[in-house]
């Protein structure tokens, strides 16, 4: 599988954030963050927005269906997002057929017209199959995919790890697809590695900058890292940050975890082996004293 990939321009100061440098292109969207994340499961507003801040996303998912823009405190989750600093990415999770999905899609597009928001244009697409698995349906995916590229929306679709329909998504003019590490809020981090591998190659075959973007099961920095390290383009995450003992800590360590995870790919790790290699040199050591 062809590695080429952007790398950071080595002529900048030193110190420049490495997101700085590598930018993430999904559609018409450029993100300075590898990182998307989720607003929901939070035990406040106030605690979402400061670990929101504080992972260095600039693209936050809003679920349309299941949010409530004004709960039962009167409170608007609205009031505690910077619609100015992040760019919304509306989801259709909890839909469970094409219409459906399509119908929550249209209505995030409305919302984020409203809100004079850069995210009206696009949907992270879920379609579900079941409510104990989460995992998507794949026919009813695919049928939402095309409806919605058919009525101009940019498509970002959540899927299994199944390489051919990630394939058959991408054909259908996803400008992302986003293949589960692992089932929904699972925290099981990245279940079937050579999947992910697959996935990409078919992917990024005659297209190297076709953004993949893992979705779903990572439950700390170490996953983002090792999804990174197999050569995605960014990780979407929500669970991990907001259910983990202290949000605003794992929002600073999932930061760093993408971030060493995307230049460790760049810079290409050394080859596994059975045996040791010294690392100094064997030539022009001090020879052994004669007996």
């Avoid at 992910?196 to 990024?204: A, D, G, M, N």
Wanted: aromatic share 4%.
């Amino acid at each position: 599988m062809s590695t080429s990939m952007h790398v950071p321009d080595s002529r900048l100061p030193e110190g420049d954030p490495p997101r700085a440098r590598d930018f993430l292109q999904i559609g018409t969207h450029r993100l300075a963050s590898r990182l998307i994340v989720g607003t929901g499961k939070y035990s406040s507003y106030e605690l979402m927005g400061e670990a929101l801040a504080l992972s260095g996303t600039d693209c936050i998912t809003v679920a349309v269906r299941r949010e409530r823009l004004i709960d039962s405190r009167g409170e608007n989750i609205l009031d505690f997002i910077d619609t100015n600093r992040y760019t919304l990415l509306p989801n259709t999770a909890g839909c469970f057929s094409a219409e459906d999905a399509v119908r929550v899609a249209r209505l995030g597009r409305e919302i984020l017209l409203s809100l004079e928001n850069p995210g009206a244009d696009w949907v992270k697409l879920e379609v579900l199959g079941d409510t104990k698995t989460l995992l998507p349906d794949p026919i009813a995916t695919l049928q939402a995919t095309e409806l919605l590229v058919a009525e101009g929306f940019q498509v970002l679709c959540y899927t299994s790890d199944d390489p051919m329909a990630a394939k058959r998504l991408k054909q259908a003019g996803a400008v992302s697809v986003m293949p589960a590490g692992s089932p929904i809020g699972s925290g099981q981090g990245i279940l079937n590695p050579n999947n992910i591998r697959i996935c990409l190659e078919y992917l990024k075959d005659g297209d190297p900058n076709y953004p993949v973007i893992v979705d779903a099961g990572v439950g700390t920095a170490s996953d983002v890292t090792i999804a990174m390290e197999l050569g995605v383009d960014g990780v979407l995450l929500n669970t991990g940050i907001a259910h983990a003992a202290d949000p605003v800590q794992m929002a600073l360590a999932m930061k760093a975890g993408i971030e060493a995870g995307r230049l460790a790919y760049l810079a290409g790790r050394i080859p596994k082996k059975l045996y040791a290699t010294a690392s100094s040199p064997e030539t022009g050591t001090i020879a052994p004293k004669p007996r």
